[in-house]
Structures are given as C-alpha cells and as structure tokens.
C-alpha cells in the first residue's frame, strides 16, 4: 500500500509539472500570470517615420523641440557641434534609449520607438548638462486618427 502511495505521489506531480512546462491553455501573456498583454514591439526591419538631425552645441540642443504628425520609429542623426563630450537620450514610452558618449565633432545614430502619441524628453545624459539647458522635447501627435475621422485623409485646415 505505502508503494502504491508513492507511484500516486509521483504520478500527480509529474502530471502538475508537464502541465506547467506545456504552459496550460490561453495566450502567452495570460500565463505568464499578470494578464497583461505583451509589449508592443515594432516589426523588424520597420522603416522610420522621421530622421531628425540633431546638432548638441554646449549647453543645448538644436532644434530643442520637434513635433512628429504620428507615432512610430524614429531615427535620430546626432552631432557634437560642441567642444565638450555629449550624448543623448529619448526617454520614449517604451523606455530610455540612448547614444554612447560624443567626443567634440563626433556623430551617433539612434533609433528611438516614439510609438504612442505623447511628449517626451530628450536630452544630454552627461554630468549635469541638462540642468544646464541640455534639454528639450519631442512631441508625438496622433494624425493619423485625426485624418481618419475626418474623413477626408487629410488633416483639416485651420
């Protein structure tokens, strides 16, 4: 009896963990117990939406604010126009992205996903230059909503 116990014993736990390695029934996201869905990730090889040039000079960046008409990639072409190592970083929606640090004259290229509409911040991430003015913003507008319930496909004239 005490063997046919253990055979029960090690049957139901075999049972419980090949149920769990199969992952159970249901979409990815609901197993992995949260229920939120999975983050949103740009299709590979996605073409950008933007390229905007951004030149850091010491103590700013030129332009400081740029409006996009809708969400999506957004490749960032960097230039230290300053005489001080630079860098730069998008606080995005889907996390911080950022270049490795510019010497004076160097240059970077960076891919930011800006796929929600919002503001967000771009900035110099080195010692404290943004608190020195090395700062500005990036607004992302939702056009392409606008456009569609226009009706017209294009943005209304004001």
Do not use: F
């Not at 891919?111 to 020195?132: F, N, Q, S």
């Amino acid at each position: 009896m005490r063997m046919m116990g253990r055979k029960l014993t090690t049957a139901l736990i075999a049972g419980a963990l090949a149920s769990a390695a199969c992952g159970g029934s249901g979409p990815a996201h609901e197993r992995a117990g949260r229920g939120a869905p999975p983050p949103r990730v740009a299709p590979p090889g996605a073409a950008p939406i933007a390229t905007i040039r951004v030149r850091e000079i010491d103590m700013r960046l030129r332009p400081a604010k740029v409006t996009l008409r809708r969400p999506g990639l957004v490749r960032l072409e960097v230039i230290n126009a300053g005489s001080t190592l630079h860098a730069l970083q998008v606080d995005g929606p889907r996390g911080p992205v950022r270049t490795r640090p510019l010497a004076p004259h160097g240059s970077a290229t960076l891919t930011a996903d800006l796929g929600r509409p919002g503001e967000y911040e771009w900035y110099c991430p080195i010692a404290d230059h943004v608190d020195k003015g090395m700062r500005g913003t990036i607004k992302v507008l939702d056009r392409t909503a606008h456009d569609r319930a226009d009706g017209r496909g294009q943005s209304p004239k004001h």
